[in-house]
């Protein structure tokens, strides 16, 4: 599923930029390196990143509770 169609790049890649360390807690670093270091353009996408990104950290936080 395309997250964002401006620059164009998935869930999947999404995906694999939260795995990074470096980026995964700031939608603008996500966002560069799921676009190959592009800017958002109309920015109807960094919401849906933002809560994706919420996601994964609330993943990431219940799995460090265990
Ligand atoms: S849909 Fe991502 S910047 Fe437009």
């Given at each position: 599923?395309?997250?964002?169609?401006?620059?164009?790049?998935?869930?999947?890649?999404?995906?694999?930029?939260?795995?990074?360390?470096?980026?995964?807690?700031?939608?603008?670093?996500v966002?560069?390196?799921?676009?190959?270091?592009?800017?958002?353009?109309?920015?109807?996408?960094?919401?849906?990143?933002?809560?994706?990104?919420?996601?994964?950290?609330?993943?990431?936080?219940?799995?460090?509770?265990?």
């Amino acid at each position: 599923m395309y997250i964002c169609v401006c620059n164009p790049f998935t869930d999947k890649d999404l995906d694999s930029a939260l795995k990074d360390d470096t980026v995964k807690n700031n939608a603008s670093a996500v966002y560069k390196a799921c676009s190959g270091g592009e800017k958002p353009c109309c920015g109807t996408c960094i919401c849906e990143i933002r809560e994706r990104i919420n996601a994964h950290n609330a993943e990431a936080m219940l799995l460090a509770a265990e």
